[in-house]
């Protein structure tokens, strides 16, 4: 007796079920573990070792940097200004008369005066390092009682070991109105006392290069104080400090 096409596919079982003959059954591993699974473990295990591999060498590479560092033994930079030069110094006021830098005297109350300035700064930057020191742009104010007159900018350069090299930096003020108190001020300090105190500032970035690295940044901030004489268009007084290699 020829069976059905469908009772050819069930098999009795020895507890009396049947299943098909065909396809996956309940019980098959496969039905519980995807094949994506394998493929998935096996690049998670690679990026694991690529991670490490990377670590590895870049704690390497600061390793021997560290080394190359603590060898070398680096100081900071000196950066000293040496000169100072007035090319021109003028005082005017709101009033009638006015002080030009001759000693003429002038009213004692003005309302506003403006200054007009030209110096002139020579700094010497000294590298004592067995490496090179590269310098970034530099900015140098000067300062009247606090008020700023006028800025100053040096280009970036880049200083041999074992070198003394000289810096130029020419500071303009270009009429710069002060207000009455500070007018006032100025109008006595230049014609009483012919003594203007003047605050020049300024901040210098410089990296240390090993082996064409460059460390981290550190800074030199240039502080000095000069006066100067109107009636002779100079320097009378100047008093320098550094605060160096600040991170």
């Known amino acids: 007796m020829q069976m059905p096409p469908h009772a050819r596919e069930m098999r009795p079982t020895p507890n ?4 098909r003959r ?6 098959s591993p496969l039905a519980y573990y995807p094949r994506s699974s394998s493929s998935s473990a096996s690049f998670k295990g690679c990026c694991c070792c690529l991670f490490l591999l990377s670590s590895f060498l870049l704690l390497l590479v600061l390793a021997v940097f560290l ?9 900071k930079p000196q950066f000293d200004l040496q000169q100072v030069g007035v ?8 009033n009638p008369s006015s002080f030009d830098g001759t000693g003429t005297a002038v009213s004692p109350s ?12 020579l700094f010497t930057a000294v590298n004592p390092n067995k490496v090179g020191i590269k310098y970034g742009e530099s900015r140098f104010t000067v300062m009247y009682r606090g008020i700023p007159l006028g800025k100053a900018s040096v280009p970036g350069f880049y200083q041999e ?11 303009a003020v270009d009429r710069a109105n002060l ?4 007018a006032a001020d100025l109008i006595r300090d230049a014609s009483l006392s012919d003594r203007v105190q003047l605050r020049v500032l300024g901040d210098v970035g410089a ?18 104080a000069i006066v100067i004489s109107p009636r002779k268009q100079s320097i009378t007084d100047k008093q320098c400090g550094f605060d160096g290699l600040s991170v």
């Open 16 to 19: 009396g079920d049947h299943h």
């Open 22 to 27: 065909h396809g996956l059954s309940a019980a």
């Open 67 to 75: 080394i190359i560092f603590l060898a070398v033994k680096p100081e």
């Open 87 to 94: 090319q021109y110094m003028g005082i005017s006021t709101s």
């Open 110 to 121: 003005p309302t506003t005066a403006s200054l007009s300035l030209t110096i002139h700064l």
């Open 161 to 171: 070991a074992h070198s003394t090299r000289n810096v130029e930096a020419t500071i």
């Open 179 to 182: 207000m009455q108190a500070d």
């Open 207 to 224: 990296k240390i290069r090993v082996l064409d690295f460059d460390s981290p940044g550190v800074q030199v901030s240039v502080d000095c």
